[in-house]
Nanobody
Framework: QVQLVESGGGLVQAGGSLRLSCAAS????????LGWYRQAPGKQRELVAH???????NYADSVKGRFTISRDNAKKTVYLQMNSLKSEDTANYLC????????????WGQGTQVTVSS
């Protein structure tokens, strides 16, 4: 199994920045995709950003140009640098890891809260 622990959330003013971290442990071999999702109260969970083992990234349109996902393989950590934060970015941010080949898996962290004041 894979364990994911997020950190770095907090309260910031609009226009500010935060850097989220997700530390992975356990059976992390052959993870295909690492990513960040977010869920605001009363709303569906949505993809924020993904990065594949090949380095390909994908971002939600709402965060393109503002957020950057990155990986540190040595530290087994994935980051989400969030700049120019907006009130609409307020949500619980969850780390996600997926493995498409055997043994297939879809793993989630507990989340870290990001609150942006305006």
């Amino acid at each position: 199994q894979v364990q994911l622990v997020e950190s770095g959330g907090g309260l910031v003013q609009a226009g500010g920045s935060l850097r989220l971290s997700c530390a992975a442990s356990g059976n992390i071999f052959s993870i295909d995709v690492l990513g960040w999702y977010r869920q605001a109260p009363g709303k569906q969970r949505e993809l924020v950003a993904h990065v594949t083992t090949g380095g390909s990234t994908n971002y939600a349109d709402s965060v393109k140009g503002r957020f950057t996902i990155s990986r540190d393989n040595a530290k087994k950590t994935v980051y989400l640098q969030m700049n120019s934060l907006k009130s609409e970015d307020t949500a619980n941010y969850l780390c996600n890891a997926q493995r498409f080949s055997w043994p297939r898996g879809n793993y989630w962290g507990q989340g870290t809260q990001v609150t942006v004041s305006s």
